[in-house]
Antibody, heavy 124, light 110 residues
Framework: QEQLVQSGAEVKRPGASVKLSCKAS????????INWVRQAPGQGLEWVGR????????KYAQQFQGRLNVTTDTSTSTVYMDLSGLRSDDTAVYYC?????????????????WGLGTMVTVSS | QSALTQPASVSGSPGQSITISCIGT?????????VSWYQQHPGKAPKLMIY???HRPSGVSDRFSGSKSGNTASLIISGLQAEDEADYYC??????????FGTGTKVTVL
């Protein structure tokens, strides 16, 4: 069945970097965007960025520009999210999600498949 | 890009209908029909309920519907049931080619 399997919880010091993984299975990996969404404890959802496994194109929320890098290994259908310069307010559950629409739909977006999330804790 | 504005909480009795608003701007909801809605139960990943303003994915109850007028999108839940008690979020495409979520609404079934 279609699924996204995310890597395990991380604990990092302020200023460090974290690299999360999201492994897709059960569908054609390169046909659909992967988005990252995060949720701080007790807070709402925040869109982080969108990545095309087919073209490598990326779009990040402005607040993550310069700190975020999303890459892929198409041989293993895995997307990686690398966030640097971690701060305490980066403490959150990070979800990877698949777009409902194929990669040639540049504007339409809805997240129909979700990973279980990875908890990232930033603390000194 | 500021978050879209949702009411913090909405409540209703079983069987009633409730509406959750999602207020954006002419840079997001007012320009595009690319609004989707998500339901999130505590400790769970969100679930897609509505996409493209008013379309339901297969498997989602027809008690859930969506609409849009100007800069405001709405999620309507009819025939409210206990299982509908959850947090709900809207999200829209923006003129910056990014996406922005709403602030979230806690639905309570009385």
């Amino acid at each position: 069945q279609e699924q996204l399997v995310q890597s395990g919880a991380e604990v990092k010091r302020p200023g460090a970097s974290v690299k999360l993984s999201c492994k897709a299975s059960g569908y054609t990996f390169t046909d659909f965007y992967i988005n990252w969404v995060r949720q701080a404890p007790g807070q709402g959802l925040e869109w982080v960025g969108r990545f095309s496994p087919k073209s490598g194109s990326r779009k990040y929320a402005q607040q993550f520009q310069g700190r975020l890098n999303v890459t892929t290994d198409t041989s293993t259908s895995t997307v990686y999210m690398d966030l640097s310069g971690l701060r305490s307010d980066d403490t959150a559950v990070y979800y990877c999600t698949r777009d409902l629409f194929p990669v040639w739909e540049l504007q339409r977006s809805a997240f129909d498949l979700w990973g279980l999330g990875t908890m990232v804790t930033v603390s000194s | 890009q500021s978050a879209l504005t949702q009411p913090a909480s909405v409540s209703g009795s079983p069987g009633q209908s409730i509406t959750i608003s999602c207020i954006g701007t002419r840079s997001d909801i007012g320009v595009y029909d690319y609004v989707s809605w998500y339901q999130q139960h505590p400790g769970k990943a969100p679930k897609l309920m509505i996409y493209d303003v008013s379309h339901r994915p297969s498997g989602v109850s027809d008690r859930f519907s969506g609409s849009k007028s100007g800069n405001t999108a709405s999620l309507i839940i009819s025939g409210l049931q206990a299982e509908d008690e959850a947090d709900y979020y809207c999200i829209s495409y923006t003129t910056s080619s990014t996406r922005v979520f709403g602030t979230g609404t806690k639905v309570t079934v009385l």
